[in-house]
């Protein structure tokens, strides 16, 4: 998304007079929303995922906080959290393995820990209407649930049906974070959560079925980034989360108590009420704007989200010479909505995906979605076969992607465990370059296969599969200094061309 700057915006001002760019749903150039979207956490091969969220505004702010598994995007963990005017909230997920009688042999959940003071509802730091473990120096952590997929649980639009996947708590330990505010906090529930000597006043006022007239509609202004830390080898893989800005525009708001599914990427509402549409900007290769209007009573709001992130290539490096101490190259590729479309509650699948979780028995708990790739090396030198990408065993026939929070690793298969070198993931996928060599560019295609977004009522039909995350590597050496290791992480978010058409012409 690098057209996404603010000469662009500013461009787009200038062409369209009046237009009010905050009456649509757009990924912010500048990082700021009322939606934040963290592509990957995980606590595996050692690592554990710290994450922040920041509010910028003068207003109070509640959000919720939705942590999904890897598979299909399940929820293993929710909670509403409060920020005060100018707050910073953090926390870090990390391995339980060993506390509260878990196992130590990599099977145990995933937890939350926090630090800070600011509210969240049910309390973390300081219990509230739930009984949390303790860790042996006393502080509280929250470990992640497998409620929503071990059987059948009630779910944002209906019952959550088998997806054929695992049912253990292990299922936890990876996955993506999806934090929406809900409203703007004002009058006295913004004086409770207001800081005093570091502490807010009354958070008990705002936990539970309590009265919310003191909120209003969301005004955006949230940024947060995560950072995959492993201490044991000294590497930090930090990145900003993707930022959607006008997402809810109406007057109203999107509070739901904590211990709900809403609100969710399906909830927004940015267009006139008697039109029900959500409206989304979406700038093209060449800089310009493309405005589309989705009908919400066919999804539109996650549809306007998707057009966002859909991309009908994906492009990154890789780069594994043993020579400099780069063993390996990670791409995390997350589908953001996938569980919107694929879900097996829905009884078939909705474009642009075309398989349904656990429709593959070859594949249990996978939605395996055929791309296709190119490869070079740094002198453009292309294989002599198209390479591989996909899950053993069996491998599938084609190149596919097949779960929604997958790592991609750039490996001679050869040498490739059953999880990722640098993040630990189960969900794995290998590309081979041993041929044309150690180092270059991959692009993913991911249009064709009746890969298309549902059209726009304007006709825009987007091609490709909506899709975010970054490239991960690591260089290690082995002599930094006589009897030091040094490790040297480095993470790229990945770069996306986009395809849309229409009927009548040209997407605008």
Same mark, same amino acid.
């Given at each position: 998304?690098?057209k996404?700057n603010?000469l662009a915006a500013?461009? !787009?001002?200038?062409?369209?007079?009046?237009?009010?760019l905050?009456?649509?749903v757009?990924?912010n150039?500048?990082?700021l /929303?009322q939606?934040?979207?963290?592509?990957?956490?995980?606590?595996?091969a &050692? =690592?554990q995922?710290?994450?922040? *969220?920041?509010?910028?505004?003068?207003?109070g702010?509640?959000?919720?906080?939705? %942590?999904?598994?890897?598979?299909?995007?399940?929820e293993?963990?929710g909670?509403?959290?409060? @920020?005060s005017?100018?707050? *910073?909230?953090?926390?870090?997920?990390?391995?339980?393995?060993?506390?509260?009688? #878990?196992? &130590?042999?990599?099977?145990?959940?995933?937890?939350?820990?926090?630090?800070?003071?600011?509210?969240?509802?049910?309390?973390?730091?300081?219990?509230?209407?739930?009984?949390?473990? #303790?860790?042996?120096?006393g502080?509280?952590?929250?470990p992640?649930?497998?409620?929503?997929?071990?059987?059948?649980?009630?779910g944002?639009?209906g019952?959550e049906?088998? +997806?054929g996947?695992p049912?253990?708590?292990?299922?936890?330990?990876?996955?993506h974070?999806?934090?929406?505010?809900?409203?703007?906090?004002?009058? +006295?529930?913004?004086?409770?959560?207001?800081?005093e000597?570091g502490?807010?006043?009354?958070?008990a006022?705002?936990?539970?079925?309590?009265?919310?007239? +003191?909120y209003?509609?969301?005004?955006?202004?949230?940024?947060?980034?995560a950072?995959?830390?492993?201490a044991?080898i000294?590497t930090?893989?930090?990145?900003?989360?993707?930022? $959607?800005s006008?997402?809810?525009?109406?007057?109203?708001?999107?509070?739901?108590?904590?211990?709900?599914?809403?609100?969710? $990427?399906?909830?927004?509402?940015?267009?006139?009420?008697?039109t029900g549409?959500?409206?989304?900007?979406?700038?093209?290769n060449?800089g310009? @704007?493309i405005?589309?209007?989705?009908?919400?009573?066919?999804?539109?709001?996650?549809?306007?989200?998707?057009?966002?992130?859909?991309?009908? #290539?994906?492009?990154n490096?890789?780069?594994?010479?043993?020579? =400099?101490?780069? !063993?390996a190259?990670?791409?995390?590729?997350?589908?953001?909505?996938?569980?919107?479309?694929?879900?097996?509650?829905?009884?078939s699948?909705?474009?642009?995906?075309?398989?349904?979780f656990?429709?593959?028995?070859?594949?249990p708990?996978?939605?395996?979605? !055929?791309?296709?790739?190119k490869?070079?090396?740094?002198?453009?030198?292309?294989?002599h076969?198209? /390479?591989?990408?996909?899950?053993?065993?069996?491998?599938?026939?084609?190149?596919?992607?097949?779960?929604?929070? #997958?790592?991609?690793? *750039?490996?001679?298969a050869a040498?490739?465990?059953l999880?990722?070198?640098? %993040?630990?993931?189960?969900l794995?996928?290998i590309?081979?370059?041993?041929?044309?060599?150690?180092?270059g560019m991959v692009?993913v !295609?991911?249009?064709?296969?009746?890969?298309?977004?549902?059209?726009?009522?304007?006709g825009?039909?987007?091609?490709?599969?909506?899709?975010?995350?970054?490239?991960a590597?690591?260089?290690?050496?082995?002599n930094?200094?006589?009897?030091?290791?040094?490790?040297?992480?480095?993470l790229?978010?990945?770069?996306?061309?986009?395809?849309?058409s229409?009927?009548?012409?040209?997407?605008?």
């Amino acid at each position: 998304m690098s057209k996404r700057n603010s000469l662009a915006a500013a461009v !787009v001002l200038s062409i369209t007079g009046a237009m009010n760019l905050a009456s649509a749903v757009e990924l912010n150039p500048n990082g700021l /929303g009322q939606v934040l979207l963290y592509p990957y956490f995980t606590v595996n091969a &050692n =690592n554990q995922t710290l994450i922040s *969220v920041v509010n910028t505004r003068d207003t109070g702010k509640v959000a919720k906080v939705r %942590f999904l598994e890897g598979y299909d995007g399940r929820e293993v963990l929710g909670f509403n959290v409060y @920020l005060s005017p100018h707050d *910073v909230w953090v926390a870090a997920i990390f391995d339980t393995s060993g506390l509260s009688e #878990q196992p &130590n042999d990599g099977s145990a959940p995933a937890g939350l820990l926090t630090p800070d003071n600011s509210c969240t509802d049910p309390g973390i730091k300081v219990p509230t209407s739930v009984s949390l473990p #303790q860790l042996p120096d006393g502080r509280y952590y929250v470990p992640f649930s497998n409620s929503a997929y071990s059987g059948l649980s009630l779910g944002a639009t209906g019952p959550e049906q088998n +997806d054929g996947g695992p049912t253990d708590l292990k299922r936890t330990r990876t996955g993506h974070i999806e934090l929406i505010e809900m409203a703007s906090v004002i009058g +006295d529930s913004l004086a409770n959560i207001t800081h005093e000597n570091g502490v807010p006043v009354n958070c008990a006022a705002l936990t539970g079925a309590q009265n919310n007239a +003191d909120y209003t509609s969301p005004t955006g202004g949230l940024f947060g980034a995560a950072s995959i830390v492993n201490a044991s080898i000294g590497t930090l893989y930090g990145y900003n989360a993707d930022a $959607l800005s006008g997402f809810y525009t109406n007057t109203g708001k999107l509070f739901s108590p904590s211990g709900t599914t809403f609100p969710n $990427l399906t909830s927004g509402d940015n267009g006139n009420i008697s039109t029900g549409n959500e409206v989304s900007y979406v700038f093209g290769n060449d800089g310009s @704007l493309i405005t589309s209007s989705w009908p919400l009573n066919a999804g539109g709001s996650v549809d306007a989200v998707s057009s966002l992130f859909t991309a009908d #290539q994906i492009f990154n490096e890789y780069e594994i010479d043993l020579r =400099n101490g780069s !063993v390996a190259t990670e791409w995390i590729l997350t589908f953001p909505t996938k569980s919107y479309y694929a879900n097996p509650a829905l009884g078939s699948a909705i474009q642009p995906f075309t398989k349904l979780f656990g429709s593959d028995s070859a594949h249990p708990g996978t939605a395996c979605e !055929v791309v296709s790739l190119k490869k070079y090396d740094r002198e453009g030198k292309t294989p002599h076969s198209s /390479g591989s990408i996909g899950v053993p065993p069996p491998p599938p026939p084609q190149p596919t992607l097949c779960w929604e929070a #997958q790592t991609t690793v *750039v490996l001679s298969a050869a040498s490739v465990g059953l999880t990722s070198p640098i %993040f630990g993931s189960p969900l794995l996928a290998i590309i081979d370059p041993t041929d044309p060599g150690t180092s270059g560019m991959v692009g993913v !295609v991911l249009s064709g296969n009746g890969h298309l977004l549902r059209p726009s009522n304007e006709g825009n039909v987007f091609a490709g599969l909506p899709i975010t995350g970054f490239l991960a590597r690591n260089f290690t050496n082995k002599n930094a200094t006589p009897g030091v290791l040094g490790n040297y992480a480095g993470l790229f978010r990945h770069h996306i061309s986009q395809a849309c058409s229409n009927p009548s012409g040209a997407c605008h």
